[in-house]
């Protein structure tokens, strides 16, 4: 037993220094991945808290107030168009209790006139469009502005193989991340990925939290060049955020021009 020990010891610890220096330099085994954009202000459903989630209107006013990113999610009506909508039941939103993908798109309701926002309770949103957005137009009229898309339902019309788009971790895909992480294998296993969004233990458990404070955060992670998503603005900046998503637009461009004055 003890010979077996004498050799399991040392090859235990030969592997455990080789996986810490390789996950601190990643490089040496895998190629750095290439930024192709660089967004450091992104709307939430294009910023959902200032105008009515996931319309045109909504978009627009995310552009004008500088956001560099449009985030948004996706179904597909019952006549084949790929509608933005966060929800497939749309009675959250419209109020009434039908799924998106039971309509054509010319029967689809409008949303409702006044809109909760999602993650604060009694907060509500309003504007003059209440009609849900197509993708197609929202990709001709904002052609030079990176989109972040939710893919909500496994459809062959929105999943479409695309080598040279950035994409994110599922879920199933990053409980693998940790499972390879803390058995030290991370190191040695290509990653096709280039996003990982999680969140802050701290502010799902908070109860104090303010449109100014949470949001979600895009920070630089030097780890084979990926981006990694939380939900604080201020902690994310401490470590080293390059972008924040936030459903207040106006509000997160007024927070980087002071912070850029304070500079």
């Known amino acids: 037993m003890s010979n ?3 050799f399991i010891l040392p090859a235990l610890g030969g592997y455990t220094v080789t996986s810490l220096y390789l ?8 190629k750095r991945k290439c930024t192709v954009f660089h967004s450091k202000h992104i709307s939430h459903r294009g910023g959902c808290g200032e105008r009515i989630e996931s319309t045109m209107e909504a978009f627009t006013h995310a552009v004008e107030q500088g956001t560099g990113m449009l985030e948004l999610d996706c179904h597909v009506t019952h006549d084949g168009h790929v509608v933005v909508s966060h929800d497939e039941n749309l009675l959250r939103q419209t109020g009434h209790d039908v799924t998106l993908s039971s309509l054509d798109l010319k029967d689809l309701p409008l949303y409702k006139e006044r809109l909760e926002v999602t993650f604060y309770a009694g907060r509500y949103s309003s504007g003059a469009d ?9 990709f001709r009229k904002f052609p030079d ?4 898309i939710e893919i909500k339902e496994n459809n062959c019309l929105l999943i479409q193989k695309n080598p040279s788009m950035p994409y994110n971790f599922t879920v199933r895909r990053g409980v693998l ?4 992480f803390y058995s030290g294998l991370l190191p040695f296993v290509p990653l096709g990925e280039s996003f990982l969004q999680f969140y802050f233990p701290r502010i799902i458990n908070s109860t104090k939290t ?3 404070l949470v949001s979600r955060i895009v920070i630089s992670n030097p780890w084979r060049g990926k981006k990694m998503t939380s939900f604080d603005i201020e902690a994310a ?3 080293g955020a390059t972008g924040v ?5 106006t509000l997160l461009s007024n927070y980087l021009s002071c912070n850029r004055c304070q500079d």
């Open 130 to 138: 209440r009609k849900f957005a197509l993708l197609e137009d929202l």
């Open 237 to 239: 900046f401490e470590v």
């Open 177 to 180: 991340l940790l499972l390879l």
């Open 210 to 212: 303010t449109p100014t």
């Open 245 to 249: 998503m936030t459903d207040y637009p």
């Open 145 to 148: 502005v990176p989109v972040n």
């Open 4 to 6: 077996l020990f004498y």
């Open 23 to 30: 996950l601190k330099n990643p490089h040496i085994l895998h």
